[in-house]
């Protein structure tokens, strides 16, 4: 089969073993879209894609990975902290579905109504978030400078994949493995002027009993014009989060580190891509006025 190999450009910084991370076009049977008219309706060209088994993946060098994974000691130190409430979530109805360049990559957008992301974002603050760096791309990591909550909470992750989000993955199977939920660790992040987050794959994560996180979800809490200032804000006029957002786009690479798409955050969408061995280089810009709110967790297989 006919592949092109990305170019390393550092070290594995996680600890696992390198792999070679590779992106072949018009890949085929390991992802199982099966068909049904939902589906051809939802995402009429979503192609199918050869995920590589462990024991057939050669070991070679590969391009900065970022598992998000918390240490358990993270995990308790951030479950400690009081817990602000959650928006209301309510389920979603005629949500619509955009595929991004013929690729696993696509956008929901409105998954989350004005009212829940404003929420979010309400509750993230009041938790108090913790700066985020790294050592960079000289020390095998990517550049990562941004603000980072990450909270258990089963329930939260449950709730959001049955409002609707469930129905876009029905018909794909991953190795013989469906969708089942989210992962339940929620992280959210802060992008403050002039912080970015260099490119970078997402990692996936193994988490027992055959679970294993194979999509990346963001869902953007401010961007397309969200920063509006309400009556109540206008008295907060040095506050930036209340700024329209400008910047703060993510972009994906192709293997010949070409863009493949550019998406710019607006308020509630939904954005989703594959992760671990077939995850495609990508970054998120800096930016340039407002703050970038975002909602991440990972589709689990099982």
């Given at each position: 089969m006919?592949?092109?190999?990305?170019?390393?450009?550092?070290?594995?910084?996680?600890?696992?073993?390198?792999?070679?991370?590779?992106?072949?076009?018009?890949?085929?049977?390991?992802?199982?879209?099966?068909?049904?008219?939902?589906?051809?309706?939802?995402?009429?060209?979503?192609?199918?894609?050869?995920?590589?088994?462990?024991?057939?993946?050669?070991?070679?060098?590969?391009?900065?990975?970022?598992?998000?994974?918390t240490t358990m000691a993270e995990r308790k130190k951030e479950d400690s902290k009081k817990k602000s409430k959650w928006p209301k979530i309510n389920p979603k109805k005629d949500l619509?579905?955009?595929?991004l360049k013929e690729t696993?990559?696509?956008?929901?957008p409105n998954f989350f109504t004005s009212a829940?992301?404003?929420?979010?974002?309400?509750a993230a603050e009041?938790?108090?978030?913790?700066?985020?760096?790294?050592?960079?791309?000289?020390?095998?990591?990517a550049f990562r400078d941004n603000d980072r909550i990450s909270v258990d909470d089963p329930?939260?992750?449950?709730?959001?994949?049955?409002?609707?989000?469930?129905k876009f993955f029905t018909d794909i199977k991953i190795r013989g493995k469906v969708a089942v939920g989210l992962n339940p660790n929620i992280r959210f992040y802060r992008y403050k002027?002039?912080?970015?987050?260099?490119?970078?794959?997402?990692?996936?994560?193994?988490?027992?009993?055959?679970?294993r996180t194979y999509y990346t979800l963001l869902i953007y809490l401010s961007g397309g014009g969200s920063g509006q200032k309400?009556?109540?804000e206008m008295s907060s006029q040095k506050d930036a989060s209340v700024e329209p957002l400008v910047g703060g786009e993510t972009v994906f690479y192709g293997p010949r580190r070409g863009v493949v798409a550019e998406v710019a955050p607006a308020e509630g969408m939904a954005l989703l891509h594959l992760h671990g061995d077939n995850c495609m280089l990508h970054e998120a810009r800096n930016v340039a006025k407002g703050v970038k709110y975002v909602f991440r967790s990972d589709v689990i297989f099982a």
């Open positions: 006919s592949t092109q190999s990305w170019l390393p450009y550092g070290p594995n910084p996680t600890g696992i073993s390198p792999g070679h991370l590779k992106y072949t076009r018009n890949m085929a049977s390991s992802l199982d879209l099966v068909s049904s008219s939902f589906y051809r309706a939802m995402v009429p060209r979503l192609p199918s894609l050869n995920l590589q088994t462990d024991q057939t993946r050669k070991r070679k060098s590969i391009p900065v990975k970022v598992a998000e994974t619509q579905i955009n595929v696993h990559l696509f956008t929901v829940e992301s404003k929420g979010f974002v309400q009041l938790m108090g978030f913790a700066h985020q760096g790294s050592l960079g791309p000289t020390r095998g990591e329930v939260l992750a449950q709730t959001i994949w049955e409002s609707g989000l469930n002027t002039g912080q970015r987050f260099g490119r970078h794959i997402d990692e996936s994560v193994e988490l027992g009993d055959g679970r309400t009556k109540t």
